[in-house]
């Protein structure tokens, strides 16, 4: 792609760094911004900066925070014993939609892959296993994706904790609400028969 | 959609703003952004800044441009009295991938539009029209898309010049080549008909 500017080029170049976005979105994006107001893109660029230079992570459990103790660890109606591990803010976001899920997090900020490069030490483990030794924790919910590199991750705390005396449980997987059964991949089909629940709990959720 | 923190909901928001980013696209890129090194988001900022704050527009085709006078029309190689109407930068990039034309540009910075209060005269109409006035153009070529207001477009600008003695065509319209003529629409293959060429002149581009 050639510009007529070398300042369009820089800047369509910066924005499509971007995941997810080439460079035909990248020129449109930039283009919408120069047909707008000054204020649009000088508040664009002032959130970007603000939120990278004023962010913080929660002590407790890394979830992002404008405080140093993130508002659902700092809530006395949350369960503190109970540690729903998660790859980052957005399951975070996703659990508390179904209002159903009232113990705390960890956020790990990432998943064990070893083809990208990131290793146990990449992630927000130690400060788990940490919180583990403490005796701080009754149960870990693990609620990683279910990949090889989810799994990986959920295998490595697994052990690292397991001499203490914590519960360590995953989230089910199964067909989901609404779903057709024979469209079902076979893999989940076969862990939601091997996994089945008594029919009188069912009914409660 | 509930964010922990303020100043990633206001990041969020600014994000969405832009065309086709939904929130969880903007969500998506700003933690993208949080998980890398203060310098991206830096960059990202001030080359949206420095490209709103200094960027020029070509005095001559109101092309994006670092200079007074775009390169295009800068250049001596180039034939100014024939003009290529345009809508936006995006259309001149696209003409000169193809290596067909030798002369210059016009760009409107958009098309008349009622429904969106685009009048002519917040379109650059009145400059295009000046320079057929002082007699610099010979032939006027237009290539905006053929939608109403393309087609509207056109025909305002076609009844400000039509007095002066100036050349009008519009870019040809018929079925892309290595297309089947069966999945062509029926305007396009019609257009096709009605308007085509001698046997020999197709055999030269």
């Known amino acids: 792609m050639e510009f007529s500017s070398k300042l369009l080029q820089e800047a369509v170049e910066q924005v499509s760094f971007l995941p997810g976005i080439g460079k035909r979105t990248a020129l449109r994006l930039v283009l919408h911004l120069l047909n707008q107001d000054q204020e649009v893109t000088t508040d664009l660029a002032k959130s970007l900066l603000d939120l990278k230079l004023k962010i913080k992570r929660c002590k407790n ?55 990208e490069g990131i290793g146990p030490n990449d992630l927000t483990i130690e400060s788990l296993t940490q919180k583990a030794k403490e005796g701080q924790i009754n149960e870990i919910i693990f609620a990683l994706s279910s990949t090889m590199e989810g799994d990986t991750t959920n295998f ?8 203490f005396d914590i519960k360590m449980s995953t989230i089910a997987r199964g067909i989901s609400v609404g779903d057709e059964l024979e469209f079902a991949d076979e893999v989940t089909l076969g862990r939601s028969i091997v996994h089945r629940i008594p029919f009188e709990k069912s009914l409660k959720a």
């Not at 490595?156 to 001499?163: F, R």
Request: one cysteine or more; aromatic letters at 6%.
């Open 156 to 163: 490595y705390i697994y052990k690292q904790i397991e001499n």
């Open 61 to 115: 459990c890394h979830n992002i925070s404008d405080s140093e103790i993130c508002d659902i660890c700092a809530n006395p109606k949350r369960d503190q014993s109970i540690v729903c591990v998660v790859e980052d803010i957005r399951d975070i976001m996703a659990i508390e939609n179904t209002e159903q899920y009232r113990g705390v997090y960890h956020v790990l900020n990432g998943k064990i892959n070893p083809i």
